[in-house]
């Protein structure tokens, strides 16, 4: 499929700006150029530090300690009380209904009355379930989502209850979820069981919603 990238380091790196960037140089005492483009900087940073090395930096510079969180731990991924259902995982389709940017996608995870939204910049990644992506927290949507999107061209999902929104979302997979002490295990039809670590990172200004690190459980 067009459009994909496998790139561990890299496809965290495009989660941040120029400024955290810069911020991730500065702390890890990176002797580099600081050059004016993001996607330069992001290159340059990669050439220089392990993934191990990034995670390391990432977790150390954005993780936010939990005293200072003003997102209810309720409503947080790596606090919330078990939940389990039904889940999907989505991308952003095309006049033709097939996706239209396969590396940006959603992953839904419903509850009784509504879902789960969370954004995720490398739906390839995440469904490999051998390198950590950032996740961001969309906030709750109606449980009419979770199969409102295609499976093929001009094909609705068969259990999809509304039809489906503006974006015309194409179902990558889908299947069932558990998430319980900080961590959430799917078994999807194609890729099969992924399980991650749920890390909070930060809130993200203006919605004030939550960032997480999701780590591969081996």
Same mark, same amino acid.
């Given at each position: 499929?067009?459009?994909?990238? +496998?790139?561990?380091?890299?496809?965290? +790196?495009?989660?941040?700006?120029?400024?955290?960037? &810069?911020?991730?140089?500065?702390?890890?005492?990176?002797?580099?150029?600081?050059?004016?483009?993001?996607?330069?900087?992001?290159?340059?940073?990669?050439?220089?530090?392990?993934?191990?090395?990034? +995670?390391?930096?990432?977790?150390?510079?954005?993780?936010?300690?939990?005293?200072?969180?003003?997102?209810?731990?309720?409503?947080?991924?790596?606090?919330?009380?078990?939940?389990?259902?039904?889940?999907?995982?989505? &991308?952003?389709?095309?006049?033709?209904?097939?996706?239209?940017?396969?590396?940006?996608?959603?992953?839904?995870?419903?509850?009784?009355?509504?879902?789960?939204?969370?954004?995720?910049?490398?739906?390839?990644?995440?469904?490999?379930?051998?390198?950590?992506?950032?996740?961001?927290?969309?906030? #709750?949507? #109606?449980?009419?989502?979770?199969?409102?999107?295609?499976?093929?061209?001009?094909?609705?999902?068969?259990?999809?209850?509304?039809?489906?929104?503006?974006?015309? #979302?194409?179902?990558?997979?889908?299947?069932?979820?558990?998430?319980?002490?900080?961590?959430?295990?799917?078994?999807?039809?194609? &890729?099969?069981?992924?399980?991650?670590?749920?890390?909070?990172?930060?809130?993200?200004?203006?919605?004030?919603?939550?960032?997480?690190?999701?780590?591969?459980?081996?």
């Amino acid at each position: 499929m067009q459009g994909i990238r +496998l790139e561990p380091a890299r496809g965290l +790196l495009e989660n941040f700006t120029h400024a955290e960037l &810069a911020c991730i140089v500065r702390h890890s005492r990176l002797d580099i150029a600081l050059p004016r483009s993001r996607s330069k900087l992001a290159d340059s940073i990669t050439k220089h530090l392990s993934l191990d090395d990034l +995670l390391d930096e990432i977790r150390s510079l954005f993780r936010a300690p939990h005293s200072r969180s003003r997102t209810k731990a309720a409503g947080r991924l790596d606090t919330m009380t078990p939940l389990h259902g039904s889940a999907t995982v989505q &991308a952003g389709g095309g006049a033709d209904s097939h996706p239209r940017q396969p590396q940006l996608g959603l992953v839904l995870l419903g509850r009784s009355s509504d879902c789960i939204a969370l954004r995720i910049r490398s739906v390839p990644l995440f469904l490999e379930n051998r390198w950590p992506v950032l996740v961001y927290d969309k906030g #709750p949507v #109606p449980r009419a989502r979770l199969y409102a999107a295609f499976i093929r061209p001009r094909l609705i999902h068969p259990s999809a209850e509304a039809p489906p929104p503006r974006t015309r #979302p194409f179902i990558l997979d889908e299947g069932n979820y558990q998430l319980r002490n900080s961590r959430l295990r799917l078994e999807l039809v194609h &890729a099969g069981p992924i399980s991650c670590q749920v890390t909070f990172l930060r809130e993200r200004p203006p919605s004030g919603r939550p960032e997480y690190l999701f780590e591969p459980i081996v």
